[in-house]
Nanobody, 119 residues
Framework: QVQLVESGGGLVQPGGSLRLSCTAS????????MAWSRQAPGKERESVAT???????NYADSVKGRFTISRDNAKKTVYLQMDSLKPEDTAVYYC?????????????WGRGTQVTVSS
């Protein structure tokens, strides 16, 4: 069984910064892609950023230049540094990992962490 636990969400003023973390636990052999998505009230979930095992990165156009995704393979952790936050960044942020275990492959999601950008 694999679990992902996110942390780092909260309330921040426009222009501020937050750093999200997501750590995996369980019988994991290797983690391929790690990613962050978000879902705002009344909207569909959207991809924010993805980082491959080799370090290839993709960002949504809406966060390019403001958000930075990184990973620590030894710690099985993915980070999302969010700078210059805007009210439209308010959402529940979810991490996702493409996990390989001895028993097979699993696309695992975390439970989410709330980010609220408001003055």
């Amino acid at each position: 069984q694999v679990q992902l636990v996110e942390s780092g969400g909260g309330l921040v003023q426009p222009g501020g910064s937050l750093r999200l973390s997501c750590t995996a636990s369980g019988s994991i052999v290797v983690i391929n892609d790690m990613a962050w998505s978000r879902q705002a009230p009344g909207k569909e979930r959207e991809s924010v950023a993805t980082i491959s095992y080799g370090g290839r990165i993709n960002y949504a156009d809406s966060v390019k230049g403001r958000f930075t995704i990184s990973r620590d393979n030894a710690k099985k952790t993915v980070y999302l540094q969010m700078d210059s936050l805007k009210p439209e960044d308010t959402a529940v942020y979810y991490c996702r990992m493409d996990v390989y275990m001895n028993t097979g492959r699993r696309d695992q999601w975390g439970r989410g962490t709330q980010v609220t950008v408001s003055s």
